[in-house]
């Protein structure tokens, strides 16, 4: 992989952000930004242990999706301050995914300021997401194809993003929004998976209280370091082209994935995966000309 850092700053106006990152969807990465909030130093794992401690919450880990169920379904469920408690005591893959700030922990709400950045955030939705010190979520862009503001804390973390026009490299899997789940961005292996090495992409590292705008449709690998969580704040398409595209990906794309994974197991799965492979083979000889 080709990857490069993306522009950091540790403020930006309205204006700037508008015409330099927004407008062309560019990514950035703004250090410290939590600062700015009068309650930064409640965000942290033991605040999150004493308010919400006691709720029973859906947990995931870096076991590939068994084709025999849902894609989101949990391996299993727990308490949030036992959870809190094991990612800080030990190594672990255990996460926690799309906990709906909204639904399960309301006064949280009023711990945070929506940025001014010229950015229309979709407010029933502010999510945060839970990792232990190896937990990674695989290679993928968000079925909703909104820009969002990902704003971490906790210990460090890491996130490589790629555009749409390096899908073939990243080998796409059809009627997803997935890459071959099997790839390790760790630990890339060129042989078996050649064209991947020349996908262009970024890589950031992330501590606690940085922001990092990721654009709609951007491909997005994040790995925890270290245990910590994160706070995105989404934004839904603002262009009848996108979001006539986010209306495929969710009603048509997801829901056509969904009946044949039903109907043919792994089988569809492994269909799939053969057919990215394929088309990335294609993409790479072209690339070189052959």
């Known amino acids: 992989m080709i990857l490069e850092t993306v522009d950091t700053l540790h403020e930006i106006s309205k204006t700037d952000f508008q015409n330099k990152y ?56 727990m308490k ?12 672990s893959d255990l996460r926690i995914f799309f906990y709906i700030i909204t639904d399960r922990l309301p006064e949280l709400l009023k711990d945070f300021t929506y940025p001014d950045l010229g950015i229309k955030f979709f407010k029933r939705l502010p999510t945060l997401f839970f990792g232990g010190s190896e937990a990674h979520v695989l290679m993928h862009y968000d079925v909703d194809l909104g820009d969002f503001l990902h704003i971490h804390f906790g210990g460090k973390k890491r996130i490589l993003l790629f555009d749409q026009k390096q899908n073939d490299f990243l080998y ?24 991947l090495k020349y996908a262009k992409g970024h890589e950031i590292y992330m501590e606690h209280g940085d922001a990092l705008f990721i654009p ?50 792994a089988k569809w799965i492994k269909y799939k995966e053969e057919l990215a492979y394929k088309n990335s083979h294609k993409a790479l000889q072209k690339k070189l000309g052959k």
């Not at 995105?232 to 994974?261: C, E, G, I, Q």
Request: glycine fraction near 2%; avoid cysteine.
């Open 22 to 77: 927004f407008k062309p969807q560019k990514p950035l990465l703004i250090k410290g930004f939590a600062k700015q909030w009068s309650a930064y130093d409640k965000w942290n794992l033991d605040y999150i242990r004493e308010k919400a401690g006691d709720q029973i919450v859906p947990i995931y880990d870096n076991t590939p999706a068994d084709a025999t169920k849902s894609s989101d379904a949990p391996v299993t469920k």
């Open 80 to 91: 949030m301050k036992d959870y809190i408690d094991t990612i800080k005591s030990k190594p």
């Open 172 to 195: 796409k899997v059809p009627l997803s929004v997935h890459t071959i789940e099997e790839i390790d961005y760790e630990n890339p292996d060129y042989e078996k998976y050649p064209a």
């Open 216 to 265: 709609g449709a951007v491909w997005h690998f994040n790995r925890y370091l270290e245990p910590g969580f994160s706070l995105s704040l989404r934004a839904l398409p603002n262009k009848p082209s996108k979001f006539l595209n986010m209306l495929y990906h969710v009603f048509v794309m997801r829901f056509t994935d969904k009946l044949m994974r039903k109907i043919f197991n």
